[in-house]
Each structure stands twice: as structure tokens, then as C-alpha cells.
């Protein structure tokens, strides 16, 4: 496989296309995404992907939902406040929670959510139908979008709450005209000439054009994607090459903004700029009224927020917090609540013991007490033990104190397998022993 390090800025503009195509994305040399010859490489790129962007076929299960982009550990207590405030406010719509893999949502934080009606959707299982170049972080709001199942969707940042109930804005005179709304940035985020001739886009880099055009600002978004499929999807692509594109705009915002002026298209967005109140973006809506209170300065947490008097709500998204933290530990795949079927299985292990072998490592006893915790052979990376059900599997998780050190599924009546998550991720086989 061709290396990202063969990079070089002498190469052709068509030799570094095959390269990018080859390799995986980075890590590339110093200042790989400022030579010429990189930027005339992705000029190409967007314009071949632009000639083959045919009109999608695709259907949609659901007309109306909202996405919200937000697992682990930092972003779930955001999430269950948002949430939340969507439903104390009547809110009805569908809510989708995308998250990147087991590392970042487990079934018992699942479970916390679906009275609130929400689906927990794994974009690594969606990533196997369709793929994505670079899909770890910001990437993950556009590819959601795109993938979930409504026509029209309201995406919200994890640490952005509502103020009332959003649905109106599917009604708004402006979004019907234009099929995509989005919000307005400080005027210090507006693009500078310099960066619409990165991204090929000549007309608007005139000073006159760039000093009047408004940044994005994406804690929040509106799109009819079966309007706006050809814009959704090129916005993807720019995100898909963030290991260049975010070198210079600055994350997810921007693809938007670069994606629907390269195509031509309008989108609607309100007049009234940001607000700011201590650590949040205050946003309004098309009739001046604030509508959504983006926390990101002040994510919320089981401790240290700073209380603004100022913010609507605060009280009772305070509270929220606490309601939450009086129902999960913030540990990952530590199951507070075990159902019937997860108590059942865990009454069957407990007290027992069994060799754990780390294949090609080592192998040792290890004692699985009443109270979750190992005893005889705990080490760090094996400190309490866990049981959650998965679909129709039970997973059985040896944990540190704070996180997992591996998943096991059951093989036969004494046998459970898997492999660590961590540093050598070596196969692990755990054999219970006869009492």
C-alpha cells in the first residue's frame, strides 16, 4: 500500500489524486494541505464528484425527525438534557442519537433513552453499507444526516437545547421556499477571499462578495433532503476529506456553506445574528425569538457547571442533570439496572471463577465476586465485571475502574470470548471452571 509520506510537493496535481485515493487519510508531511499542488489535487476531486452527483433515488421511511450527534462520556449528559427539553416542550418528532461504536454508547445508556422515544443508531454498523473516507468526529453530524431515514430533518448539536418546541420551523415560509435553513456565526468566522480560491470558487473571493457573505454556525440545521440531496452530499464529501478541508475552515460548519455556494443553491437564515450569554450561543429564529441556547462553552457534566441566571431553563436543565447522574455512573458499559434476562445470566457467574487467557500472552484465574468486582487475579485492566444484553447476545465486559478492557459473547456453556479494546487487542478466552 502507497504511503502518505510519499507525498511531496513536486508531484503532479493528478499523482497526488491517486495518492489520496490509496492511502488512508494521513498522517500526511508538514504543510501537505498547503501546497499547490494538494489544493489543485482536490479542486479536481470536488469537480470530477460534482459531474458524477446524479439526482439519488433514494426513499425516506419517516417525513419529520430531528438528529442529534453525541455519544461517550463527554456528550451524554448534553444529550439527556436535550432530549429531555425537546419533550417537556411537546415535541412529538422522531429523535435519532448517531453515535461511532460501542466505545461511545452502551446498552444500558440505550435503554435510559427510549422512554424519551429516542434510537440509538451506530453509524460503524451504517459505515458497512456506506462507506466513509474519514468518519471520527464532526464528519458524523453530515454523515447522520444523510443517513438517516427522515426526508426532512432538524439536526442539534448534543449540547444545544431548545426553548420551546422546534417543530414549527418545518412550517417557516422561509424554509419551505428554499428547502435548508441555516444560522448565522460571529462576523470573525466569515470566510476570507483567500479561502473560496482554495476551494475553486473565484466569484466568491471578490472582496465585495467575501466581506458580505455570512459564516455557518451548525449547532443546528434544517434540510429537506430530497430537495437539497446534491448539496447534503457534496457537503459529505468535503467532510469525508477533512483530513485537508479542516486545515482550512473550520470543521463541519463550513462544508455547508462551501457545498451550496459551489452548487449555486440558496438556503434561507435568519437576520438576527449570534448572541452570547457567558459560555452559550444564543439563536434566534426568523421572527427574532430565541430559540436555541447552544452550550458550548459549558458542556453539562455531573459537576461544575456554572449556573446563568440569564439562560431559560437553567433550573430545570440543572435538575435534569442531576436526574441523570442519580441513574448512571458515567461509566461505560457498567449496567446500573440489569433486566430480568442480564440478572439471570449474572446469578449464573457469580461467586465462580474461570481462566482468563490472553492468547499468546499469558493466562491466570480470575475470582468474579457477588458485588460486580474481580478478586483472586484482579489487575488493573481487570478490576469489575459486567453484564449487558446486546440484541439477543449477552456481553459479559472485564473493566478497569472507568472503562472496558474487553467484550466477551459466549462461545459455549463454560466459554466466552472476545479480544481487548486496548493496546495489542489480542484474542481473549475465558473458561469458567467446575465448582
Request: proline share 5%; hydrophobic share 35%; aromatic share 12%.
Amino acid at each position: 500500500m502507497a504511503s502518505c509520506m510519499e507525498a511531496h510537493p513536486d508531484m503532479t496535481p493528478e499523482a497526488m489524486m491517486d495518492l489520496i485515493a490509496q492511502c488512508p487519510p494521513g498522517p500526511w508531511p508538514n504543510a501537505w494541505g498547503t501546497w499547490d499542488n494538494t489544493i489543485e489535487a482536490h479542486r479536481l476531486l470536488i469537480d470530477q464528484y460534482i459531474d458524477n452527483l446524479m439526482p439519488s433515488r433514494v426513499t425516506y421511511s419517516q417525513e419529520r425527525g430531528i438528529v442529534i450527534a453525541g455519544g461517550g462520556l463527554k456528550y451524554f449528559p448534553s444529550v439527556w438534557v436535550n432530549v429531555n427539553l425537546l419533550r417537556h416542550f411537546g415535541c412529538t418528532l422522531p429523535i435519532q442519537l448517531w453515535y461511532l461504536g460501542d466505545t461511545e454508547m452502551d446498552p444500558y445508556m440505550k435503554r435510559l433513552l427510549e422512554p424519551l422515544g429516542v434510537e440509538c443508531i451506530d453509524a460503524r454498523e451504517i459505515e458497512k453499507q456506506h462507506p466513509c473516507r474519514i468518519l471520527c468526529g464532526w464528519e458524523l453530524k453530515l454523515y447522520a444526516t444523510l443517513h438517516s431515514p427522515f426526508a426532512q430533518v432538524l439536526f442539534l448539536d448534543a449540547d444545544n437545547g431548545v426553548v420551546c418546541d422546534p417543530t414549527y420551523l418545518f412550517d417557516c415560509e422561509e424554509y419551505k421556499r428554499h428547502g435548508a435553513v441555516f444560522w448565522p456565526d460571529y462576523a470573525c468566522w466569515t470566510l476570507k477571499p483567500g479561502v473560496w480560491k482554495v476551494f475553486g470558487m473565484m466569484d466568491m473571493a471578490e472582496p465585495e462578495v467575501a466581506e458580505h457573505e455570512r459564516a455557518f454556525e451548525s449547532g443546528q440545521y434544517l434540510i429537506d433532503k430530497r430537495r437539497c440531496d446534491r448539496e447534503l452530499r457534496l457537503s459529505l464529501f468535503y467532510a469525508e476529506h477533512s483530513d485537508f478541508t479542516f486545515q482550512h475552515v473550520y470543521g463541519d460548519k463550513e462544508c455547508f456553506h462551501l457545498s451550496w455556494r459551489r452548487l449555486g443553491s440558496d438556503y434561507a437564515m435568519p437576520s438576527a445574528g449570534p448572541g452570547w450569554n457567558v459560555h452559550t450561543i444564543v439563536q434566534f429564529d426568523f421572527r427574532g425569538q430565541i430559540l436555541f441556547q447552544h452550550r458550548c462553552q459549558d458542556k453539562w457534566r455531573f459537576g461544575g457547571n456554572r449556573f446563568v441566571d440569564s439562560l431559560a431553563n437553567e433550573q430545570l436543565c440543572f435538575d435534569l442533570v442531576q436526574q441523570l447522574a442519580s441513574k448512571w455512573t458515567g461509566v461505560l458499559w457498567r449496567n446500573e439496572q440489569p433486566t430480568e434476562k442480564e440478572q439471570h445470566v449474572i446469578d449464573s457467574i457469580r461467586g465462580k471463577k474461570a481462566l482468563y487467557r490472553r492468547v499468546g500472552y499469558d493466562e491466570r484465574v480470575l475470582e468474579f465476586t457477588t458485588d460486580a468486582m474481580i478478586g483472586e487475579g484482579a489487575a488493573e485492566c481487570e478490576r469489575c465485571w459486567h453484564m449487558n444484553q446486546l440484541g439477543d447476545e449477552m456481553i459479559l465486559t472485564l473493566a478497569r475502574l472507568d472503562r472496558p478492557t474487553c467484550h466477551l459473547r459466549k462461545r459455549d456453556e463454560r466459554t466466552w470470548t472476545g479480544q481487548w479494546l486496548e493496546y495489542e487487542q489480542m484474542p481473549i478466552e475465558l473458561v469458567f471452571l467446575e465448582s
